[in-house]
């Protein structure tokens, strides 16, 4: 990881990671966690992700089709 393009892609994790938290939080107002327990949590960011993968990927196969905020969740 010490050569060129591992260095590149250590500078590029920490950015990545943010702007999907970013998404997540500002576009589709998702603040806190609604359930408790560790098992909970999981299952609930788990639905949240695919909720983020799910818009992403009717973005890229139907462009001109817009997705609601909040509508998968």
Avoid: Q, T, W
Avoid at 14 to 43: C, M, Q, T, Y
């Amino acid at each position: 990881m010490l050569n060129e393009e591992g260095l590149y892609h250590r500078s590029m994790r920490p950015i990545e990671p943010e702007a999907v938290f970013g998404d997540i939080k500002f576009n589709h107002g998702f603040k806190r966690f609604r359930l408790k327990s560790n098992a909970k949590v999981s299952v609930e960011f788990g639905l949240v992700a695919l909720a983020h993968n799910l818009r992403k990927y009717i973005a890229l196969v139907a462009p001109g089709r817009s997705v609601a905020v909040g509508s998968c969740l």
